[in-house]
């Protein structure tokens, strides 16, 4: 089955960093979502983005596709971000991969 | 954000015991799913749910496991026997084909 990889496992940032988290795959997908998962056990979505590169506020993705990697950036980090986040692919279908996810801590 | 609901938040039950996890997804969305997450661990995809039946399932979804819409609003998943590998947090999901799945805050489940 698809592989889901992602980079780094752990990252310690300082408050007002910026990071770049990148996840890879290993078969084309029709779909690939960002989430946060916060300390409290949430998973909030932050991306859908199979392909191309979205923004929200200081967080952005990009996806490219045929190179089978997509990359997301959090700009001005804040102790708020702290937390998993994962990269979920759908090779196609109805079933959602996740990889292990990178876990966040921002210090202030 | 939609907002997907689960209910218990919480639950404790003993080996061998059925439970009946419960989620109430948007309205207007057409796909469920659940997943569970064991402590520490990725979160894995157990089953979606489109046209009241099962579309995809993994091998996690074994007999033990069952999904429903009994009323067209909650959509549950049942675990008819529990083991201890069972407590885990359990997660519903919304959304659509190929489209942005909305969770719920899970439930978790300890099982004794």
């Known amino acids: 089955g698809i592989q889901v990889e992602q980079s780094p496992p752990d990252l310690i940032l300082q408050e007002g960093a910026n990071s770049t988290l990148r996840c890879n795959f290993s078969d084309s997908v029709n779909n690939l979502q960002w989430f946060h998962q916060n300390p409290w056990g949430q998973l909030i979505n932050l991306f859908y983005i199979p392909s191309g590169t979205k923004q929200n506020g200081r967080l952005s993705a990009t996806t490219v596709a045929t190179e089978r990697y997509s990359l997301l950036y959090i700009s001005s980090s804040q102790t708020t971000d702290s937390g998993v986040y994962f990269c979920?692919?759908?090779?196609?279908?109805?079933?959602?991969?996740f990889g292990a996810g990178t876990r966040l801590f921002v210090k202030a | 954000e939609p907002e997907v609901t689960q209910t218990p938040s919480h639950q404790v039950t003993q080996m061998g015991q059925e439970v009946i996890l419960r989620c109430v997804p948007i309205s207007n969305h057409l796909y469920f799913y659940w997943y569970r997450q064991i402590l520490g661990q990725k979160v894995e995809f157990l089953v979606s749910?489109?046209?009241?039946?099962?579309?995809?399932k993994s091998e996690i979804f074994d007999d033990q496991f069952s999904v429903e819409r009994p009323d067209g609003s909650n959509f549950t998943l049942k675990i008819r026997s529990t083991k201890l590998e069972d407590s885990a947090m359990y997660f519903c999901?919304?959304?659509?084909?190929?489209?942005?799945?909305?969770f719920g805050p899970g439930t978790r489940l300890l099982v004794l």
């Open positions: 999901a919304a959304g659509g084909l190929a489209q942005t799945q909305y």
């Open positions: 979920a692919v759908s090779p196609g279908g109805f079933k959602t991969i």
């Open positions: 749910f489109y046209n009241n039946e099962i579309s995809e």
